[in-house]
């Protein structure tokens, strides 16, 4: 689990395309402290295993399911990438309740300056447009944003200065892909609702356990 807040903004030092998929390597500082071979550190929104570390920099193994589905299949050397470890059980929650696992890859569409701020409008997936409500969350490469605006076909988010010098998404030109992520609790919600719509008793115990989110015992 993580927050979405990013830690730090790491730089690609090696990509390794293999049959089976991929290895990456990431030089970086602030993620490695504490770190250890098997943790979870979010790289561009995906929660990726570490499989090897060093005094500067990590290394992660991406599967073919990851390749396909996310941005991660294009990095290349040199490219900058959002970094979070996962959230330790007494640290604070930030930003909102973000499992690195990525709904879909959005387009960045346009991007305008607001005063300091910069407005960024997004396109994305049909399959994840009902998950999407001003004010609410999602998650751009890793990075837990408000979402502004609604569009039909996307959504406009809004940086503030420091969150632009502290992300990826600012220096990304038009054009350029995102890995997003919606709100957890959105899909928890319709599934609870698709569940209660079918039963005229309304929320019961049994119910809960055919939705899934209890276990029979």
């Not at 390597?25 to 790289?43: K, M, N």
């Not at 220096?171 to 992520?181: C, R, S, W, Y």
């Not at 609702?193 to 309304?202: E, H, T």
Request: aromatic share 4%; proline share 5%.
């Amino acid at each position: 689990m993580f927050t979405g807040i990013i830690e730090e903004v790491g730089t690609v030092r090696r990509v390794v395309h293999r049959p089976g998929g991929a290895e990456i390597t990431i030089a970086c500082r602030t993620v490695l402290e504490g770190t250890r071979l098997g943790d979870s550190i979010s790289v561009d929104g995906v929660c990726l295993t570490v499989t090897d570390c060093t005094t500067d920099g990590f290394t992660v193994g991406l599967q073919p399911v990851t390749l396909e589905r996310t941005t991660l299949g294009q990095l290349k050397p040199g490219d900058r990438v959002n970094l979070e470890r996962a959230l330790a059980v007494n640290g604070r929650l930030g930003g909102h309740y973000v499992q690195g696992h990525v709904d879909g890859v959005g387009r960045i569409t346009s991007k305008q300056p607001h005063g300091e701020a910069m407005i960024v409008r997004i396109t994305v997936p049909p399959a994840i447009q009902r998950y999407l409500v001003e004010r609410g969350y999602i998650a751009v490469d890793g990075a837990s944003l408000t979402i502004m605006t609604v569009h039909p076909d996307g959504l406009s988010v809004s940086l503030v200065r420091y969150t632009q010098q502290h992300i990826t998404l600012p220096q990304k030109p038009v054009g350029a892909l995102v890995n997003l992520e919606v709100d957890v609790m959105a899909k928890y919600v319709e599934r609870l609702l698709a569940a209660q719509s079918a039963a005229p008793d309304g929320v019961t115990p049994e119910l809960l356990v055919r939705a899934g989110f209890w276990e029979a015992h």
